[in-house]
């Protein structure tokens, strides 16, 4: 049986030390739902902010109104500001962050529902990524947690391979 995502995110970062907060946007708290469910996940998980609307964004997170206005909640330029904003507040050593638009409303031909950014925060780097998914919109927002644990999986294996 391969252990789930959650199970294996939070045993490799028990193992390096290391602490993480989730700011999501669609997927509205399913990240930190998810973590949660994994006992002892106080150890490394700090919380998380569900910040929907621009206003909680720019509040809770210290995205700016500037580049909300510029590129939209839906960008790599936000969700970096999410995911820094967040790591800086709850002192993470890592901060994780989804924007996207999980439909089945809100889409547009540059910007399609299912389409989705992540961003990813440590001390010393800053990324965003996005993927485009199917399906409605429960499917969109468990892909979307999905990809933000395999990411961040991904990046805490590359840590220890580097040290």
């Known amino acids: 049986m391969d252990p789930s995502l959650e199970t294996r995110v939070g045993a490799l970062l028990r193992q390096r030390g290391l602490t993480f907060a989730a700011a999501e946007s669609c997927t509205g ?4 739902h998810r973590i949660t469910n994994i006992p002892g996940s106080s150890d490394y998980y700090l ?3 569900t910040a929907y609307a621009y206003e909680a964004k ?3 997170l210290g995205v700016k109104w ?5 590129h ?8 970096i500001e999410m995911a820094e904003g967040l790591r800086k507040m709850l002192d993470a050593d890592i901060g ?13 031909p540059q910007k399609p ?16 990524t996005h993927r485009i998914f199917s399906g409605d919109r429960l499917a969109v927002k468990q892909q979307a947690a999905d990809f933000i644990l395999s ?13």
């Open 29 to 32: 708290g399913l990240v930190g």
């Open 47 to 49: 919380g998380s902010i």
């Open 58 to 60: 720019v509040r809770l």
């Open 66 to 70: 500037d580049t909300l206005n510029a």
């Open 72 to 79: 939209g909640a839906v960008s790599d330029e936000v969700v």
């Open 96 to 108: 994780v962050s989804i924007s996207g638009i999980a439909g089945p409303g809100g889409g547009t």
């Open 113 to 128: 529902v299912g389409l989705v950014y992540f961003g990813l925060s440590t001390p010393e780097k800053s990324i965003s």
């Open 151 to 163: 990411w961040l999986l991904e990046e805490l294996q590359q840590v220890g391979e580097t040290e």
